[in-house]
């Protein structure tokens, strides 16, 4: 699991994503790995599959 800020930023870049489908639902979904983002940005070892929380600070 990661830190809660962690989840926070990725989700936040998440938002802002033309490939995440039920943006306005807690189902958010994303349309390029088909995982549901919740529980995925809550996973220390997973990433953005077009790259997009490679810049994020892990702790």
């Known amino acids: ?3 809660p800020s962690l ?3 990725r989700l936040k ?3 802002e994503c033309i490939h995440v489908r039920l943006k306005e639902t807690l189902y958010k979904r994303c349309t390029e ?3 549901f983002l919740r529980p ?3 996973l220390f070892h997973q990433k953005c599959p077009i ?3 490679d810049n ?3 702790p």
């Open 1 to 3: 699991m990661t830190e």
């Open 7 to 9: 989840q926070i930023e």
């Open 13 to 15: 870049i998440c938002d």
């Open 33 to 35: 790995c088909g995982c």
């Open 40 to 42: 995925k940005t809550k």
């Open 51 to 53: 790259g997009k929380w």
């Open 56 to 58: 994020l600070e892990k």
